[in-house]
C-alpha cells in the first residue's frame, strides 16, 4: 500500500483526495494519509476524513511513500515540484477511476487526471499536471509539465500545450495548434491559431487580451 501525503487543503486538495480515496475503493494499492498546508487555520480540520497534518515543513516528520501536490496555480506547483525532487520525494499520479486513458499514454510524475477525463492514443502528459473534471485531450497531444486543462475544456488531434499552460473551464483548442508556455486560454474561448508563449487569449475565435 503506497502512503500519499497530500500537499495542499484546499478545494482542488480536497478534489485530489477524492481522487485517491475512489482510486483505493476501486482495488489501488493507495493510502491517502492526510494534508498538508502552509494556512496554520487549516491545521487540524477534517476533509473527506483526511486531517490536515501540519505544514509543508513537516513532511520530513512524516512517515509517507509518496506525494502529490495538489496546489491549482501552476507557478507554485513548479516551485515545489523543483524543491522536492530535489529532496528525493516520489511524487504520485492520481488517477480517477471514471478517467479513460489510452493504454498508450505517457503519464508524468505528479500528474491528477479528474473524473470522467479522457485520454486519447499517443499523447504524452508531462509532470505535474492537472487535467481537471471531464476535459479530453484528444490523440497525439503533448501536454507539458505544470500545465492546467480545466473542467470541459477540449483539446483536438496532435495539439501541444507548452510548459505551466492554462486552458480554461469550457475552452476548445483546434487540431494541430499549439499553446505557448505559460500562456493562458480564457473561459469558453475556442484557439484556431497558436498562441505565443505569455499570451493571454480570450473569445471566439481567441484572440490576444486587450490591456487597458
Given at each position: ?32 494519509i492526510g494534508y498538508l498546508d502552509d494556512d496554520t487555520a487549516l491545521h487540524g480540520k477534517v476533509f473527506l476524513g ?163
Amino acid at each position: 500500500m503506497v502512503r500519499v501525503l497530500i500537499l495542499g487543503a484546499g478545494g482542488h486538495a480536497q478534489v485530489v483526495a477524492d481522487i485517491l480515496l475512489r482510486a483505493r475503493d476501486a482495488g489501488q494499492r493507495v493510502n491517502p494519509i492526510g494534508y498538508l498546508d502552509d494556512d496554520t487555520a487549516l491545521h487540524g480540520k477534517v476533509f473527506l476524513g483526511l486531517t490536515v497534518l501540519g505544514d509543508t515543513s513537516t513532511l520530513n516528520r512524516i512517515p509517507h511513500d509518496a506525494v502529490i501536490i495538489a496546489i491549482g496555480n501552476n507557478q507554485t506547483r513548479r516551485r515545489l515540484a523543483e524543491e522536492l525532487t530535489s529532496a528525493g520525494e516520489t511524487f504520485f499520479v492520481a488517477r480517477h477511476p471514471t478517467a479513460v486513458v489510452a493504454p498508450d499514454v505517457e503519464i508524468g510524475p505528479g500528474a491528477m487526471i479528474c473524473a470522467n477525463v479522457v485520454v486519447n492514443t499517443g499523447a504524452v502528459i508531462g509532470a505535474h499536471v492537472i487535467l481537471n473534471t471531464a476535459c479530453t485531450v484528444d490523440h497525439h497531444n503533448r501536454v507539458g509539465n505544470y500545465a492546467h486543462i480545466a473542467p470541459g475544456a477540449h483539446t483536438g488531434g496532435e495539439v501541444v500545450i507548452e510548459e505551466g499552460a492554462l486552458v480554461g473551464i469550457g475552452a476548445t483548442v483546434a487540431p494541430r495548434v499549439s499553446v505557448g508556455a505559460w500562456a493562458t486560454v480564457g473561459a469558453g474561448a475556442v484557439v484556431t491559431r497558436p498562441v505565443p508563449p505569455s499570451v493571454t487569449v480570450v473569445g471566439v475565435p481567441a484572440k490576444p487580451l486587450q490591456k487597458g
